[in-house]
C-alpha cells in the first residue's frame, strides 16, 4: 500500500450536508476491486482501475455542515479547518477560494 501523505481527507455529503470526514491512511490502485472484495460478483464487464482507501475515524463527531448551495455530484476541495468551524461547505468554500486568492510574499 502506498502512503497518503499526512494532508489528504475525504468527506462526504448526502441529503444536503456534509456528514463525515475522514483522514486517508493509506490507499492502493487495483485493476479489480474483486482483488480486496472476493464477495463481489464476477462479471462480464471490462476492468478498470479502481482506488482503495483506508480511511480514519470520522472527524465529525456526528455535527453535520449544511451545504448552503446545491452542489449535486460535483467534487469541491476545501480546506478542512474552515470545513471544521465554517457554518456552511458554501461558506468554507469561499474561504478557501479566498485564502487561494490571497497569497502573501515570503519573507526576505
Known amino acids: ?6 494532508r ?3 468527506a462526504f455529503r448526502w441529503a444536503g450536508a456534509v456528514r463525515r ?7 492502493k490502485v487495483v485493476p479489480s ?6 464477495q463481489l460478483p464476477a462479471t462480464e464487464e471490462v476492468e478498470r482501475q479502481h ?5 480514519g475515524p470520522d472527524l465529525t463527531a456526528g455535527r453535520q455542515v449544511p451545504n448552503g448551495a446545491k ?8 480546506a478542512l479547518d474552515l470545513l471544521l468551524t465554517c457554518g456552511t461547505l458554501k461558506d468554507a468554500l469561499a474561504a478557501t477560494q479566498q485564502r487561494r486568492r490571497f497569497r502573501p510574499e515570503e519573507p526576505a
Open 1 to 6: 500500500m502506498a502512503s497518503s501523505g499526512l
Open 21 to 27: 470526514i475522514h483522514h486517508v491512511e493509506t490507499y
Open 51 to 55: 482506488a482503495v482507501y483506508t480511511l
Open 8 to 10: 489528504n481527507f475525504l
Open 33 to 38: 476491486l474483486r482483488e480486496v472484495y472476493q
Open 71 to 78: 452542489y449535486r455530484a460535483a467534487r469541491v476541495w476545501v
